[in-house]
Each structure stands twice: as structure tokens, then as C-alpha cells.
């Protein structure tokens, strides 16, 4: 990061660099890290050093959490505005909030967690539905309780969620 500070006269305080792999990450599913988190975090420097500021000029500008989320959206072709940093903060508060409701899950809560973050986004097609999750494995293991977090904490109510259970519907036509 250091390079970059220098290259680009800004700054990049450690939770901006953290954000700009998280976000990239999570948003951008189609490349890799590290190259798509320093495409963001190249174009939240030149965000942060055309903002206007009350720093005089010979000041290092500083990247933070609107730079990171408006190169965000420009990166992925978003329209300006898509992304609030107040949407992202709460992606990531779910992510925590169901981890902690359904144990030994890890892998599991952070694709749910970003398939929610893309939803918000705005990053599917509006005329489907917001997400359609096809959770699978032995009984058991949290599937159920996973989802009914999830509708709880991101819908309001477990009675959001609409369930089928595999199982009972090979059993009924196998009978």
C-alpha cells in the first residue's frame, strides 16, 4: 500500500484497503484478488484526490469509505448512488449477525451474505425475484436454520422464507 500512497498522493487508512478487498470481493465475483481489490482501491485514489477538501494542497488526500464504494459502482457499471456505504455496512453486519446465529457454517453464511449484499446492490435482474438460495446437505448441518435466520434477520420474519424440503418430495413421489 505504501507504493500506491506514494503513486497517488492519498492515503489509504488500513479499514480502506480492507473494504476495497472485501467489496471487490463481493461485488465483483467474476475476477480475482488481488487485481480487482487494487483496480478499486486505484480508482478510490483518484475519487479521493478530485473531491474537493479543505486540505491545503501540498496535504495528502485520504481514500475513504464513499471513494471505495463509488469506484465500486463505477467498476461494476452500477449507476452512482447504488451502493450506499450504509447498505455495505449492514451486508457486512449480516454476515456477522447470521454467523452468529448458525454455528460452524462459515462458508455457507458468507455466500448467503453476498448473494444478499448483490441483491442490495441492485446487481439482479428486478423483474426476478431477489434471491433464490439452494441450500443442500445431510440433515441436520443448519440448512433450515440458516434460511430461517436469514428471512428473520434481512425480511423481518421467518414466514418470508418459503421452504421445500427435498426429501419429503422424493418420498411422496416415489410412493
Given at each position: 500500500a505504501p507504493r500506491y500512497e506514494e503513486h497517488h498522493s492519498v492515503r489509504f487508512p488500513?479499514?480502506?484497503?480492507?473494504?476495497?478487498?472485501?467489496?471487490?470481493?463481493?461485488?465483483?465475483?467474476?475476477?480475482?484478488?488481488?487485481?480487482?481489490?487494487?483496480?478499486?482501491?486505484?480508482?478510490?485514489?483518484?475519487?479521493?484526490?478530485?473531491?474537493?477538501?479543505?486540505?491545503?494542497?501540498?496535504?495528502?488526500?485520504?481514500?475513504?469509505l464513499p471513494n471505495v464504494a463509488a469506484a465500486i459502482e463505477e467498476v461494476v457499471g452500477l449507476k452512482p448512488g447504488s451502493i450506499s456505504f450504509a447498505e455495505a455496512l449492514e451486508s457486512v453486519g449480516l454476515e456477522v449477525a447470521l454467523a452468529a446465529r448458525v454455528c460452524g457454517q462459515g462458508d455457507a453464511v458468507h455466500a448467503v451474505a453476498a448473494a444478499v449484499a448483490r441483491a442490495e446492490a441492485g446487481l439482479h435482474d428486478m423483474d426476478r425475484p431477489i434471491a433464490a438460495l439452494l441450500l443442500y446437505g445431510p440433515p441436520g448441518v443448519g440448512k433450515s436454520s440458516l434460511a430461517a435466520a436469514l428471512a428473520e434477520l434481512w425480511l423481518g420474519s421467518s414466514r418470508a422464507l418459503v421452504r421445500v424440503d427435498c426429501a419429503r418430495v422424493a418420498g411422496e413421489a416415489e410412493a
Open positions: 488500513k479499514e480502506i484497503l480492507q473494504a476495497a478487498a472485501e467489496w471487490s470481493f463481493r461485488y465483483l465475483p467474476e475476477r480475482r484478488l488481488p487485481d480487482k481489490a487494487i483496480d478499486v482501491m486505484e480508482r478510490a485514489a483518484v475519487l479521493a484526490r478530485s473531491a474537493p477538501s479543505d486540505a491545503s494542497s501540498d496535504q495528502q488526500a485520504e481514500a475513504g
